[in-house]
């Protein structure tokens, strides 16, 4: 506190008490300051505070404008880099548009897809050329019983004919079978059904008796109204004349294989337009 | 008379040469301007006292200036020279308040 206290107490120079009691010891006046306009050395210390204070006023004075130039082109700075943000966000929010747009198109053709895919596997299903399982009928036909007389039936016709199960092919057809295979050989539209040397051939496959013929459809349907039918009736014709034997079943679940139906000539519309237009 | 005309060419010759202060000279140019203003109260209430002496004032107000630039340069110097900064400040500071209070008693005589 000492020091504070001498701070207060003495915060004038004590050089000027000195001086002052050195005059009067001369006996001149106290204060110098009736002849202060003589003195060189008040004249050069005035004009060193009038260059310090000057010199520092100036300073500052550069200063502040050197720190106001930086805060201008810092503000610039922000400012750019705002407008920059701002066009970025804009560019964002379009581009989410966009993707939205895009995701919105993908689904439709996501649906589109499955559409197509589900169209595609009916279509098949119903060529032949993927296999298909359901409820069904097998009718099965077979040579005559060895021992058989049938006396008002010509020799070359008691076997099972090509034309035989042609018949019993188109009688299934007919009461609503969906799918139709012979031993395994599924029936497509490019299937013939002939005989070469007393062998059937399928699919330009042979077949040997007994001829298992499945057919998916609605099983009561087709159990029902098939033996009432075009092809029953032949069924029991053939069974009374010549002793052709066929039983028909009917089958929870029956499963189809897939059969060839490869295209080598002909070539579909590739304009889908003209397709549409012919459908 | 000469001392108003002394104060004048100081000032214009601040403005006109416009002085560069060194780089490194620059930190002390605020001390060096509040141990001015304390020479320049200490004097003019040394008038007020009647007890003025011009070489006293311009030796007391060159030495405040160079000790006080000094001080402060040593404390950068050893690190601690925001610390001496205050210090001087504050000392200064203080001075300039009693010599300036001094002042206006004798001026307003309150």
Known sequence: MSLLNDLFQNSIDEGYAEAAARREA???PASSGSLPARSPAIMIGLLLIGLLFTTAAMHVQRDAGVVSAEKTSLLEQIDQASDRSTTLEDEVSELEDDILEIETRAGQSVVQGEELRQLMAAAQAVVG??????????VTVNNPAPGGEFDEC??????????????VLNGLWAVGAEAV???DERVTPLTAMRSVNDV????IRP?????????????????GEFLDGPGGRYLQQIFQTCGIQFTIENRESLRLPRGAASLQVAEPPTDSTEARRRS | MIPAIGLLLGIAAGLLFDVQVPLTLQPYLPIAVVAALDAVFGGVRAVMDGVFDDKVFVISFISNVLIAAFIVFLGDQL???AQLSTAVIVVLGIRIFTNVANIRRHVFHA
């Open chain 1, 26 to 28: 001369e006996g001149k």
């Open chain 1, 129 to 138: 050329t993927a296999a298909v399982s359901g409820p069904g009928i097998v």
């Open chain 1, 154 to 167: 010509d020799p070359s016709l008691q076997v099972v004919l090509d034309y035989d199960l042609q018949q």
């Open chain 1, 181 to 183: 295979s012979i031993n």
């Open chain 1, 200 to 203: 059937i051939l399928v699919n």
């Open chain 1, 207 to 223: 077949i040997a008796p007994p001829y298992v013929i499945s057919a998916i459809g609605d099983p009561q349907r087709l159990a």
């Open chain 2, 79 to 81: 690190g601690v020279g």
